[in-house]
């Protein structure tokens, strides 16, 4: 079949609206008509050229939600007319990690999915007769799409795809990084460094899980008006805090009869390594941890003292919130369409595909919180 994409034909050019050929779904794949997709940084990062990895030409997007419009043979989980959000980081619910309960970074599909192909090896995408690879194993910068059964979760009918798109990335990354990989208890005190579409999200996972203090930290005082939507409690921009960032949040934080400074969990969401530092170092001696979020540069290194460390304060990473896709996904679309999370006031710009460009400028330039392509 024919099918709208736009196209990443090289690195560092803007995406090219194409008509491309798209073959149907062959064993446990779904074919899915994408109804939208959230644009996150991870495409920007692909299509600039910075990730090594990146293959081309392409066709990326990865935060899309959509209808299923045709099965291929042995398909059991999904079926025509279900709507589902593509999974990134697929479960399989079959494979060492997934039966390990201890990590969501299913490997039924690993290899092939950043070879930019199917799992049988091959691309369902075309153009001119020239393969294109598939990005993320989702694709979702076209109307149609091809992926693994074990790459969707189907979702309620109800749930609009222009708001629930975003759970495809960031409010599961956001939201999950606090239940799943930090499992925040009520009455915590957090530090949130960067407030963005996946900081913001922390934010409001926070006040979910019930923490105390909130205090988001954000180089823009634009920031702070967007953090305390969500439910951030304190606002520190580390330009206006003179040269002691780390100190001026242990202060903040100081509690109990020894007056000891420090948060509970502290989330980076810059992908900045100073940061990841300031975030860690800014954790309580004894039990703090710091979640890194955000996707450093390629080749960047992280450092600290060991002492930090062998003081007790822990350093962990999160992929896709530390959340298995087809079990946690609809729970957050629940979440959303039960009004215990938010989603409507990030999107803060909608767009036809013809103008996707527009939004890789809108994030480029830090405007937007999230920009939807809607088909
Ligand atoms: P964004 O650009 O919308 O937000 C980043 C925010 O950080 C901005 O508000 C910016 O002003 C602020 N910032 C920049 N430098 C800072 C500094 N030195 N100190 C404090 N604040 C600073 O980006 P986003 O969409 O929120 O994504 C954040 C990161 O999360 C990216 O690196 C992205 O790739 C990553 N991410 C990771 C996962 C995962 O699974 N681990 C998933 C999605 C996104
Ligand atoms: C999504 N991300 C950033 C912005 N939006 C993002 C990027 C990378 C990962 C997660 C989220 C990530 C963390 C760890 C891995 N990835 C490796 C997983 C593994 O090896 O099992 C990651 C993922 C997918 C791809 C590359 C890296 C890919 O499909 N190309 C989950
Ligand atoms: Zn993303």
């Not at 629930?164 to 009455?187: F, H, Q, S």
């Not at 460390?309 to 996904?329: E, N």
């Amino acid at each position: 079949m024919k099918t709208r994409a736009a196209v990443a034909l090289e690195k560092g050019k803007p995406l090219t609206i194409a008509e491309v050929e798209l073959e149907g779904p062959k064993a446990s794949e779904v074919l899915v008509e994408v109804k939208a997709t959230g644009i996150c940084h991870t495409d920007e990062f692909t299509l600039s050229g910075a990730d090594p990895e990146g293959l081309f030409p392409a066709i990326l997007g990865h935060e899309g939600a959509g209808i299923v419009v045709d099965v291929g043979p042995n398909v059991t989980s999904v079926k025509k007319g279900d709507h589902v959000i593509p999974l990134y980081t697929p479960e399989c619910r079959q494979c060492p990690s997934c039966l390990s309960r201890k990590t969501n970074l299913c490997t039924a599909i690993r290899a092939t999915q950043g070879q930019g192909v199917m799992p049988d090896g091959t691309s369902r995408f075309s153009l001119e007769g020239k393969k294109l690879h598939h990005y993320m194993g989702t694709s979702t910068f076209s109307n149609f799409t091809v992926l693994p059964e074990i790459a969707v979760a189907k979702i309620r009918e109800d749930a609009p795809f222009d708001k629930v798109c975003y759970i495809g990335c960031g409010v599961t990354t956001g939201i999950g990084a606090v239940l799943n990989t930090a499992k925040v208890e009520p009455g915590s005190k957090c530090v949130v460094f960067g407030l963005g579409g996946i900081g913001l999200n922390v934010i409001q996972g926070l006040r979910l899980a019930g923490a105390d203090m909130i205090i988001g930290v954000d180089i823009n005082n634009a920031k702070k008006q967007w953090g305390e939507r969500f439910g951030m409690t304190h606002f520190v921009n580390p330009k206006e805090v003179g040269s002691d960032l780390v100190a001026n949040l242990v202060n903040m934080t100081k509690r109990g009869a020894d007056q000891i400074g420090g948060a509970d969990y502290t989330f980076d969401c810059t992908g900045n390594v100073t940061v990841m530092r300031q975030a860690l170092e800014a954790s309580h001696r004894g039990w703090g941890q710091s979640i890194i979020i955000g996707v450093a540069p390629s080749g960047a290194e992280i450092a600290t003292r060991p002492f930090q460390l062998v003081t007790g304060r822990v350093w962990k990473g999160t992929a896709f919130g530390g959340a298995r896709g087809r079990t946690d996904v609809p729970k957050i679309v629940d979440w959303y369409m039960e009004g215990k999370i938010e989603i409507d006031p990030m999107i803060t710009h909608t767009m036809p595909l013809p103008d996707i460009n527009k939004g890789f400028e809108l994030m480029h330039e830090g405007k937007s919180i999230r920009s939807v392509v809607v088909y």
